[in-house]
């Protein structure tokens, strides 16, 4: 599981408010390599919710990977770029956990899969 | 990537193995997946370098077809483990790149702006009534861009009506009848094939 879609998920459990963005146990994580798309990365740039990309990217070993605060202007840099690529395309959670900001309830990854289900009581 | 091409690809994933009937779990054919996909490309421009979601992704025929044109993220979703571990398969067999989701279309939550396109064939709703039509639901809800979906030619009028008055889609164009062949898989079907019409819809929320 990327980052990208860590970024797209929230806990959608029956009376939480915030559930977003889900905190990530990582027990595996993998690093694909993948093509580059700059115009990809600009495109979506806006649409991603930073500090939960940092937080992903920290969960996942890289605290350094990416500045706590980005701005559009930066995508000028082809070292920023390449850091926002690798966070949010090539790093891989393949076992661990999701975990619902507000009550702690785990959603298991296995094989790269969340577990997203909820429980009847849940719904 | 050529119509034929893509076809052929798609004619070597895994299908169901033990479709399970209350899910109404029928594969998306070769055929229609590769023109659904092959459409949304090259007419619309809806599928390379986009996120797109495969909303009951069953064995991941039309989020591979996505990869396959150049999507840059796919995610596929399904209630089904077993169909789920099937799609990986596909997408490793073919060295695509999809991530899965183990969920209820129903109680997920994904964040709209995102995705850019939602492609689906959906329960038709036979066995369980309204599903085809939650599934659109919540594709309007979550695509920016655009939705693909299939749904029988009998409940035309139907979705087009609820899908600008209720789901607030700008528009609902049927591109094109297709024939969908639903195999004997279930036992209450007694012909070997059924044969139905189906619409290849295209949606913009
Ligand atoms: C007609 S099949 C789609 C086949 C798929 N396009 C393929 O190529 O294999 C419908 C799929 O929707 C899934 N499904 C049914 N109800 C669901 C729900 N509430 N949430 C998520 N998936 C569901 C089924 O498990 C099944 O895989």
């Given at each position: 599981m990327?980052?990208?879609?860590?970024?797209?998920?929230s806990s959608n459990i029956r009376g939480v408010v915030n559930g977003f963005p889900l905190g990530i146990e990582a027990e595996k994580v993998v690093e694909r390599e993948v093509e580059l798309s700059a115009e990809f990365l600009r495109g979506v740039f806006p649409k991603i919710e930073w500090g939960a990309l940092v937080a992903?990217?920290?969960?996942?070993?890289?605290?350094d990977l990416l500045p706590g605060e980005a701005d559009a202007s930066m995508l000028a840099s082809d070292d920023f770029l390449r850091r926002f690529h690798r966070a949010l395309l090539q790093l891989h959670v393949e076992e661990g956990?999701?975990?619902?900001?507000?009550?702690?309830?785990?959603?298991?990854?296995?094989?790269g899969i969340p577990n997203m289900l909820l429980h009847e009581d849940e719904v | 990537m050529k119509l034929k091409h893509l076809e052929g690809l798609l004619g070597d994933l895994q299908q169901f193995s033990n479709p399970k009937v209350e899910l109404e779990q029928y594969p998306t054919g070769p055929h229609i997946a590769s023109r659904m996909i092959y459409t949304a490309e090259n007419s619309f421009d809806d599928i390379s370098g986009k996120v797109v979601a495969d909303f009951g992704c069953g064995c991941g025929t039309l989020g591979v077809a996505s990869s396959l044109l150049g999507a840059e993220h796919v995610v596929g979703i399904d209630i089904d483990p077993q169909s789920l571990e099937i799609a990986s398969q596909n997408a490793e067999d073919l060295e695509v790149?999809?991530?899965?989701?183990?969920?209820?279309?129903?109680?997920?939550?994904?964040?709209?702006p995102l995705v850019d396109t939602v492609v689906m064939n959906p329960p038709f709703g036979t066995r369980k009534k309204g599903s085809d039509m939650e599934f659109l639901c919540m594709a309007l809800k979550v695509a920016s861009r655009a939705v693909y979906s299939l749904h029988k030619t009998t409940t035309r009028e139907h979705i087009k009506r609820t899908a600008l008055r209720d789901y607030g889609a700008k528009s609902a164009e049927v591109l094109c009848e297709l024939r969908f062949?639903?195999?004997?898989?279930?036992?209450?079907?007694?012909?070997?094939?059924?044969?139905?019409?189906?619409?290849?819809?295209?949606?913009?929320?």
């Amino acid at each position: 599981m990327r980052l990208l879609t860590h970024n797209m998920l929230s806990s959608n459990i029956r009376g939480v408010v915030n559930g977003f963005p889900l905190g990530i146990e990582a027990e595996k994580v993998v690093e694909r390599e993948v093509e580059l798309s700059a115009e990809f990365l600009r495109g979506v740039f806006p649409k991603i919710e930073w500090g939960a990309l940092v937080a992903g990217a920290r969960a996942l070993g890289h605290p350094d990977l990416l500045p706590g605060e980005a701005d559009a202007s930066m995508l000028a840099s082809d070292d920023f770029l390449r850091r926002f690529h690798r966070a949010l395309l090539q790093l891989h959670v393949e076992e661990g956990a999701l975990v619902c900001p507000e009550t702690g309830r785990r959603f298991p990854i296995n094989k790269g899969i969340p577990n997203m289900l909820l429980h009847e009581d849940e719904v | 990537m050529k119509l034929k091409h893509l076809e052929g690809l798609l004619g070597d994933l895994q299908q169901f193995s033990n479709p399970k009937v209350e899910l109404e779990q029928y594969p998306t054919g070769p055929h229609i997946a590769s023109r659904m996909i092959y459409t949304a490309e090259n007419s619309f421009d809806d599928i390379s370098g986009k996120v797109v979601a495969d909303f009951g992704c069953g064995c991941g025929t039309l989020g591979v077809a996505s990869s396959l044109l150049g999507a840059e993220h796919v995610v596929g979703i399904d209630i089904d483990p077993q169909s789920l571990e099937i799609a990986s398969q596909n997408a490793e067999d073919l060295e695509v790149g999809i991530n899965f989701i183990w969920s209820d279309i129903k109680n997920l939550k994904l964040r709209g702006p995102l995705v850019d396109t939602v492609v689906m064939n959906p329960p038709f709703g036979t066995r369980k009534k309204g599903s085809d039509m939650e599934f659109l639901c919540m594709a309007l809800k979550v695509a920016s861009r655009a939705v693909y979906s299939l749904h029988k030619t009998t409940t035309r009028e139907h979705i087009k009506r609820t899908a600008l008055r209720d789901y607030g889609a700008k528009s609902a164009e049927v591109l094109c009848e297709l024939r969908f062949d639903v195999p004997q898989l279930y036992k209450f079907h007694k012909k070997k094939e059924v044969d139905v019409a189906v619409d290849l819809w295209r949606f913009v929320p």
